[in-house]
């Protein structure tokens, strides 16, 4: 299930939400889009990247046109991938990019963190989730211990997305994917 967990920098909990209208006028606030996107025909597991993108096309075409993006693909995670812990190391502590950061959840889950306005927001999305993360927002992102999910990418430039990362130790303050609360919930 989704949810959003707001916290003061010092890593206390403020609020809680796991309703999509809850979610999405939280992240909205910060300027952080959430969309929940349909499929508009059943994909299979053994679904390839241009049958994934294919189902979504209307809602893909949209965005494209909405933010100018210029190319979109999928990437696939899987416990057993071979950069799995090394990617998911990559990305977990504080970064910004130059250009948008955006995913869209075809299946599987990912937990992304956002500091912004002075709090943390860690939105845990799901299948169906779109979350887009502005250029310049300083986040972070936990694919968890055993990542398992497929998400659609859309890109500006290809350089756009290398992370800059900030030196900032606060992700170590924060829940993993691995703590108990997400445990519990999965
Ligand atoms: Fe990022």
Redesign the pocket.
Known sequence: MSELRVYQESGQLISAHTDFDGIHNQLAAIGVDFQRWEASRVLDAQATQDEVIEAYRGSVNKLMDDYGFQSVDVISMYPEHPQAQALRGK?LSE?T?DEF?VRFFVEGEGLFYIHADGKVYGALCTRGDLISVPAGYT?W?DMGPAPRFKSIRLFITPDGWV?KFTGDPIADRFPRLEAPHYRQAA
Request: proline letters at 0%.
């Open positions: 990305f970064h990019h950061e986040h992102f992370a």
